[in-house]
């Protein structure tokens, strides 16, 4: 740490010893940056934006630039424009140096915007040069135009693109009407369906209960007569006894009487259960039918929902069509078609009133800077030539 401070004071000891020399640099510095920007000619910058204009397309009627915005900046500083203008304006340049005063590309990733730069030292002269080269990049264009559209065939086109898109319009109504009154017989028939499905439903409720109910007549009605033969059974059994032969042989006749009405009871118990059984296995497939047919139903009216809704797109994007193609040949009917999406100056160019070089305050600034660094090298690389000796 000591040797360190040691050294950082002899350091200090050599600026302080030989500041003059260093400030002499320093000021030199200064002063030949400051003479040096004084005596160099300024240069003025001129700017502008220019966009470029659109063809349409007559296969298609969408609007492309007439040309690309690399072609453009390429031609704003193509050497056949720069020589026109060094012959028309009559700049005091060459075509080499001229070159080198203009320049022109696209803007970020835009392909119809295209800025122009032009320096020069005089702004007059710039301004000037500027509004040549737009001028005549706007007579290329409509040229260009010119070549490619027509306003006859245009408004021709659009008549018949028009035409086309109502025609495509009544083909989507009709189109839709049609598959609607279709689904619409499909739904009424399943309707049809599903009345006749209840009817049957009804009319076999009907017809089971009859039976059902007549069953359970017979049943109470042979109920009843068991229980009375049972009791006249076992009256006659308490009266006679003991029992002639024909008193045994009437026994036994009512005996096999009331066996058979219990063997047709359980007959009719049977046969009761049975329908029962099938009154619901039928009410079962009937209500599988009619949930089927209402399934059915269902998605026939979601596809004409979805079909509807599909018609009212289709047809909003036909009628948004025609609106921008009949907005487009009103344009067309008030101008000509070389005044319409035009290339033009966005951003116009204006006679600058400061010079973009030289930069005296920043040319200063950085004068200092080198000449404080040029005269601490110069000091201590005399300090180190004297220790030397």
Partial sequence: MQEQELSLRDYIEVVKRRKKTILLVFFIAIIGSAVLSFVLPPVYQVKSTIKIGQIVDLSTFEKVPIESAVASSQFLQGPGLLTDAIRDLNLPFTLKKLRKKVSAEP????????????????????????????????????????????????????????????????????????????????????????????????????????????????????????????????????????????????????????????????????????????????????????????????????KKTELSRDAGEQHDILMLQLREVQTEKAKLERLESAKMYITETIVPAEEPEEPIRPNIPLNIVVAAVIGLVIGLGLVFFLESLEKGK
């Fill in 107 to 302: 803007i970020g990733q835009e392909e119809d915007l295209v800025e122009m730069k032009i320096e020069m030292a005089d702004p007059p002269q710039a301004l000037s040069t500027s509004r040549y080269l737009t001028a005549k990049l706007e007579e290329r264009h409509h040229q260009i135009k010119l070549e490619h559209e027509d306003k006859t065939a245009l408004l021709a086109q659009y008549d018949e693109h028009i035409a086309g898109l109502h025609g495509q319009l009544v083909d989507v109504d009709e189109s839709k009407e049609e598959f609607l009154a279709k689904y619409d017989e499909q739904v009424k028939g399943l309707y049809e369906q599903l009345a006749l499905v209840d009817i049957h439903r009804k009319e076999i409720l009907t017809e089971y209960d009859v039976r059902i109910k007549g069953i359970n007549e017979q049943l109470v009605e042979i109920k009843d007569n068991i229980s009375k033969a049972k009791e006249d059974l076992q009256r006659m059994r308490e009266e006679f006894e003991p029992l002639s032969e024909a008193e045994s042989r009437l026994l036994v006749g009512y005996m096999d009487d009331v066996k058979s009405k219990e063997n047709r009871y359980d007959a009719l118990m049977k046969e009761s259960r049975e329908t029962q059984i099938k009154k619901t296995e039928l009410l079962r497939s009937i209500q599988v039918e009619s949930d089927t047919l209402m399934e059915e139903l269902r998605q026939i009216q979601v």
